[in-house]
């Protein structure tokens, strides 16, 4: 007897041990499951958490912007300490914040003082205050725009402060329009949700939360730097800055972790997500309630022992067979009731089981709470089947009406017998709604209600039938809409008022606009004439006897002239380079050769100035345009050489993933840290010591920047100061093996002057020369003649040129009658251009009276561009 019990014993203890660990695994299976649904639905409602937060900073982003054009602002910035007034200061900006309702609104002058503010009349003014030390302030300086959460000065109150720089007439930054809004909107929002929702700054000090508690805690020890810096802009004023201590249990993936919080202290593990908003610099952070998982474990080890039981029930009922066999008269009676009794039993469990389904069914639409809209979702027959409590409210439906199963249509009806279906007749109403959901087409549409209040109603189709319809409540933000609206259009009529005498000159700026490289052109033009003729002056005052400091006077006049040249011409580029004259012709280009030759002119410059330049070959091809990289190359190579006392220059090659990257360095004086962004501005020049009467426009590096940007290319700059610096641009890897275009037909896309045919009139050869050289680098057909009569044959065989250059007078004589020979054989004279080397006053004036232009030999090729631009477009 004791050897049959032990076998049936071990069995039993096997079929428990299995039975408990298949439970064991269900629950943790499911456990594991659910912690997973738990935080993917975290990370949608903090996505939907960041969105509000997103939306509502954006709502007040257009307030400074708008007051930073105010030219009453303007006005009180510009003018003289204490010339402003501030009481009329003081009253708009109290107008400006009435109808955006943020909690301060601050005018600062360029020192950071504040000269004006809507609380000016409250114990917590701002005015006089000075701001300087605030971030927001000198980012704004510097940037233009600036954003900063910190406790205010003042008032000690925590809110986001928005700052838009005002810049005068010149584009210059003459003081910063402040705006501060509180974020406590956002905890409301936060609370009903049951989540832990919470918001960090940069130094991971969290400064919002639904839960006062958690407010001024960091998640990791600050840094001395980042203490340092939390000091110095008074950020959180004197509360102090409590640790928050956790410990990872387990990591959920890549964006999700299992924790458990020590302090503050909860009395449940969480589930921690994070998602950065990289535009204010925060982390949103969610924490989500574990114990809905712990339940679902504890649901799946009773739903397995459930499955097991018709399992132990067969094997009963097997075991009972075998012992009926043998006694099947004497025990069929006992049998059945067995039998019997346990249908009954499996027919219990079975409607346990249905019974829990139907209940978390009905239960099913509390994942809808954590939603601010109103949701309703109808199946297939239109019947309800998943709301929120927020549907109910927006709508004021009584509980008895808030059934699964109910027909929508009876839900129409309700708000039908409320007057909030609109005029008409009910029934086509309620029809034409109905028709909706069965045709199940996406929707979305405002509509007004009788009460006043505004709902946003956006429908769409479930992908297994049905249709799910939410109701947002956007009466607050049309109500702002509108104030924004109204605001504007004040400001709009007190700046038309104030501006009326300049409406004309808006128009012809308006016009000037629209064709900005024309305008450009010939405003370089028409600058270019009294530089020619202040050029001609100093030729003639260079030829007579002067003395040395004389001659040294001369040069100085000279070298004024010729960067204001360069000036010109840059301007003239960026002017191309903006109005998108300039396509780029890609193709594979050979560094090699490229560096190697930019390398051997630059040489003879650097080694003028006693400096030393290398260049390291490379086998690398990129794909680029040859003539805007070599553009930018040597403005690198210029630069490096300009601002190098002593050392030397290197240019070189490195090759990166798919990509080469040109770099230069130089041993020069170096970049402040803080100017490594701001010299690819337009006219910004370092003052750094080195030749200060030398120094070029600051035009450059603006053009290099849009040059890369035409090209997609990537321009850096990495800068120690007083040690050098080092510029380059990456560029895509080109087929390797592939030659560069032959200069042979050149075509800079860069020129207007592309396929022009010119005519090159001068009995100097090396003028000429030179002069066809030049224009055929920009990709022009010249022809070049020595004479008159060469001149006139040319006209009897040739069409006429798009331009002429022309040496005045020729042979000694005046041009007026080779001028006419020519337009009697063409029909009239092409665009023409004169050249001399001293012109007299009287030659001059002559040719301004026949529309001629002058250009003072010799030639500087910006000059000559501009000129021969000017006159390709008013005769194109």
Not at 77 to 84: C, K, Q, R, S, T
Not at 112 to 128: F, Q, R, Y
Not at 808 to 824: E, F, I, V, Y
């Amino acid at each position: 007897m004791a050897r049959t019990r032990s076998p049936r014993a071990l069995w039993l203890l096997l079929l428990l041990l299995l039975v408990a660990g298949s439970a064991a695994l269900g629950g943790w299976m499911a456990w594991r499951r659910a912690l997973g649904a738990i935080g993917d639905e975290a990370g949608e409602r903090l996505s939907l958490h960041a969105l509000a937060v997103q939306r509502l900073i954006d709502r007040y982003r257009v307030l400074p912007r708008v007051l930073a054009l105010d030219p009453e602002l303007k006005a009180a910035l510009e003018g003289a300490p204490g010339a402003a007034d501030t009481a009329a200061l003081n009253a708009k900006l109290d107008r400006a914040n009435d109808a955006v309702r943020a909690s301060t609104l601050t005018l600062l002058d360029r020192h950071g003082k504040a000269l004006a503010a809507n609380n000016w009349n409250t114990p917590e003014s701002n005015v006089g205050l000075d701001y300087a030390f605030r971030p927001y302030f000198r980012d704004a300086m510097r940037d233009g725009f600036a954003t900063f959460y910190a406790l205010g000065v003042s008032t000690n109150v925590p809110g986001y402060f928005i700052a838009q720089a005002v810049e005068d007439g010149a584009g210059q930054r003459i003081g910063v329009v402040v705006l501060k809004i509180s974020l406590d909107a956002l905890q409301e929002d936060w609370v009903p949700g049951g989540d832990l929702v919470f918001l960090s700054d940069a130094h991971n000090v969290v400064f919002l939360a639904n839960r006062p508690e958690w407010v001024y805690r960091v998640l990791f020890p600050l840094s001395p730097a980042d203490a340092a810096a939390i000091a110095a802009t008074r950020q959180y004023g004197t509360r102090p800055l409590q640790p928050m201590v956790w410990k990872v249990l387990e990591p959920q993936g890549a964006e999700t972790l299992r924790v458990r919080m020590t302090s503050p202290a909860l009395a449940h593990d969480t589930m921690w997500r994070s998602l950065a908003m990289p535009r204010q610099a925060w982390t949103l952070h969610l924490l989500a309630d574990t114990r809905p998982a712990v339940a679902a474990a504890r649901n799946a080890v009773f739903g397995v022992l459930a499955g097991w039981l018709p399992v132990l029930l067969l094997g009963m009922f097997m075991q009972q067979r075998v012992r009926l066999a043998r006694l099947r008269q004497r025990s069929r009676d006992e049998l059945e009731r067995m039998v019997a009794h346990h249908a009954s039993a499996l027919r219990s469990a079975q409607d346990s089981v249905v019974a829990a389904a139907n209940e978390a069914a009905q239960g099913g639409h509390g994942n809808l709470e954590h939603l601010p809209q109103g949701v309703s979702v109808v199946d297939a027959g239109l019947r309800l089947v998943a709301w929120n409590s927020r549907y109910q409210q927006i709508f004021g439906f009584p509980d008895e009406y808030m059934q699964v199963g109910r027909p929508i249509e009876d839900m129409f009806r309700f708000n039908a017998r409320k007057g909030l279906l609109g005029p008409g007749d009910t029934d086509e109403a309620i029809e034409r709604r109905l028709q909706y959901l069965r045709a199940g087409s996406p929707h979305m549409y405002e509509r007004e209600r009788p009460d006043g209040t505004t709902l946003e109603i956006r429908g769409n189709p479930l992908p297994g039938g049905g249709f799910v319809t939410s109701y947002a409540d956007i009466t607050a933000y049309k109500a702002t809409a509108r104030e924004l609206r109204g605001l504007a259009s004040s400001l709009e009529r007190r700046v038309e008022e104030r501006t009326r005498d300049l409406i004309a000159a808006k128009a012809e700026a308006d016009k000037a606009n629209r064709s900005r490289t024309r305008f450009v052109a010939a405003a370089v033009h028409d600058l270019l004439q009294p530089l020619n003729a202040a050029r001609m002056f100093v030729g003639s005052l260079a030829g007579g006897k002067l003395d040395k400091e004389g001659h040294d006077l001369v040069e100085q006049v000279r070298s004024a002239l010729d960067t204001q040249d360069e000036l010109l011409a840059s301007l003239l580029d960026i002017s191309r380079l903006e109005g998108g004259a300039v396509a780029p012709r890609f193709a594979s280009v050979p560094l090699d050769p490229l560096l190697r030759d930019l390398a051997r002119q630059s040489a003879v410059l650097a080694s003028t100035r006693g400096l030393v330049l290398h260049h390291v070959g490379t086998c690398l091809t990129v794909r680029s345009d040859p003539l805007l990289l070599r553009r930018v190359l040597q403005n690198f190579l210029s630069n490096a050489i300009h601002y190098t006392p002593r050392g030397r220059v290197l240019v070189g090659v490195r090759r990166l993933a798919g990509h080469a990257r040109i770099e230069v360095w130089d041993t020069g004086v170096g970049i402040p840290e803080a100017k490594t962004r701001a010299i690819f501005d337009e006219f910004l020049r370092l003052d750094n010591g080195v030749d200060r009467d030398r120094r070029s426009a600051g035009l450059g590096l603006s053009i290099v920047d849009r040059i890369a940007r035409l090209l997609g290319a990537t321009v850096a700059v990495r800068s120690w100061e007083g040690r050098g610096s080092v510029f380059s641009i990456t560029l895509p890897l080109g087929e390797a093996g592939a030659e560069l275009a032959s200069p042979a037909a050149p075509a800079d896309d860069e020129s207007p002057f592309a396929g022009k045919r010119v005519l090159v009139i001068d009995n100097d050869p090396l003028t000429r020369r030179q002069a066809m050289d030049l224009l055929l680098g920009w990709g022009c057909d010249v022809t070049g003649v020595g004479s008159e009569r060469g001149a006139l044959r040319y006209a009897e065989t040739d069409e006429a040129p798009a331009l002429i250059l022309m040496d005045d007078p020729l042979d000694g004589r005046d041009g007026d009658a080779l001028r006419a020979g020519l337009a009697s054989r063409w029909g009239q004279l092409p665009p023409t251009v004169l050249m001399a080397a001293a012109p007299r006053q009287a030659d001059i004036e002559r040719a301004t009276a026949q529309g001629l232009r002058y250009l003072v030999k010799p030639l500087a090729p910006a000059r000559v561009r501009a000129v021969l631009t000017r006159l390709l477009m008013v005769h194109n």
